[in-house]
């Protein structure tokens, strides 16, 4: 179980992180849902071990083997759909990115660079390129809008990826058919996060 106790963080006079806690399963989804700019990617960045917080403690969480999901899609804009999978994966697994480009529906895309992708696309690149990592053993996995430009019907099918990994998962969403897929919700306002 990963136990998130205390946490504060603070940019300036602005507390984006105030004694928050949280406990997450050893394995399924939590999803954290709330408004733009309540806190839910900074503690994410903090999970991921990405900043520290001003106090705290995280334990069970181990941040050198979890595996996060920005915002953005940070694809490698030189390398092909394909390669952007294959490049996570060890050698002798690389011949599984054709797998996950189905999986995210873009097989027909394999040699296709990102720039050449829609933006739902892109994301749905982004997101099963983080589920090829994921798979290969990781002590949580966490995704911020993982959803963002993706259908519905799309999103429910990688969600139900998503949830079978045997990992922890967090999630940040606003809203959407993929929350009511999630084994734990939590709604938040803020800054500083904190539970409604």
Known sequence: M????????AYG?????????????DRGVTALSGPSGCGKT???????GLQRPDAGCLTGLDPARTV????????????????????????????????WLALAELSGEASARPAALSGGMA????????LALASLGCSALLLDEPFTGVDGPRAVRLMEAV???EAPVLLSAHEGD??????????????PLKRV
């Open 178 to 191: 993929t929350l009511a897929l999630a084994d734990q919700i939590f709604f938040f306002q803020g800054p």
């Open 13 to 25: 006079d602005k507390r984006v992180l105030e004694d928050f806690s949280l406990s997450l399963p």
């Open 68 to 99: 996060l999901l920005f915002q953005e899609n940070r694809l490698l804009p030189w390398r092909t759909a394909e390669e952007n999978i294959a490049d996570v994966l060890p050698r002798e697994r690389r011949g599984e990115a054709g797998r």
């Open 123 to 130: 994301r749905r690149l982004a997101l099963v390129r983080a």
């Open 163 to 165: 949830r079978a990994l």
């Open 2 to 9: 990963i136990q998130i106790e205390g946490l504060s963080l």
């Open 42 to 48: 900074t503690l994410l960045r903090v999970l991921a």
